[in-house]
């Protein structure tokens, strides 16, 4: 019986196991040691089926990249509500990551560990991801200082860098929270905002924290 109803499997549906299983595989031992044999058997089905279907590894592996990364910031930007204040924005959308990366720890991992390590093309799949999350952050970060500036025409440029240290931050601590037993995805996401929104909120406020005033060019040593 369950090989007439696999017979009958619409595409779409196959493909997708032959991902779910790939995805398991090559989050758990890395890309490298990842076999073709390993994905058919854990999908369900033959190996032939499988380079039928995606053609080869390196295909499978970025078809497994491109469809965690789409799951991930479709995540974020569904988390987040435009009607809320923009603390709250932030919230949402950084306790929409990390609850994500909590479920998918495997697609995290292919995403921040393996694409990113075994370079082209697998590494602009990533890049163009954390571009398209870093523009929406810079985004939410950029209406909410205009407004508390009361500057329509404040420049991106102001908010952009806080966008890109935030991104970091926050993969870097998906990575810890996801090793570390324990650890929710809301506290992850209240450990960031503890750790960004009061630098953010004193922008906000018109309160930069002002750099030390130092001498212009490089340093001197002597001795």
Request: aromatic share 6%; proline share 7%.
């Amino acid at each position: 019986m369950g090989a007439v109803r696999n017979k009958r499997m619409p595409r779409a549906v196959r493909e997708q196991q032959m991902l779910d299983a790939a995805v398991r595989v090559f989050g758990q031992r890395g890309y490298r040691a990842a076999s073709m044999d390993e994905i058919a058997e854990l999908a369900g089905v033959s190996k032939p089926l499988v380079y039928l279907y995606l053609n080869s590894k390196e295909d499978l592996f970025t078809a497994c990249i491109r469809r965690e990364a789409r799951a991930l910031t479709e995540a974020v930007r569904g988390g987040v509500r435009r009607d809320l204040p923009a603390d709250r924005q932030l919230w949402e959308g950084l306790r929409a990551f990390f609850t994500h990366t909590a479920h998918h720890p495997d697609g995290w991992a292919v995403l921040h560990r393996q694409a990113r390590t075994h370079g082209e093309p697998f590494a602009a799949e990533v890049t163009a991801m954390r571009e398209e999350i870093v523009a929406f952050v810079t985004q939410l970060i950029l209406a909410a200082a205009r407004e508390a500036h009361r500057d329509p025409d404040l420049p991106e440029r102001e908010v952009a860098g806080l966008a890109e240290a935030l991104v970091g931050a926050a993969e870097s601590l998906a990575a810890w929270a996801n090793a570390t037993p324990g650890v929710t995805a809301g506290q992850a996401a209240a450990t960031l905002m503890n750790f960004a929104w009061a630098g953010l909120g004193n922008l906000m406020a018109g309160r930069p924290w002002p750099p030390p005033e130092e001498p212009d060019g490089p340093p001197v040593h002597t001795g």
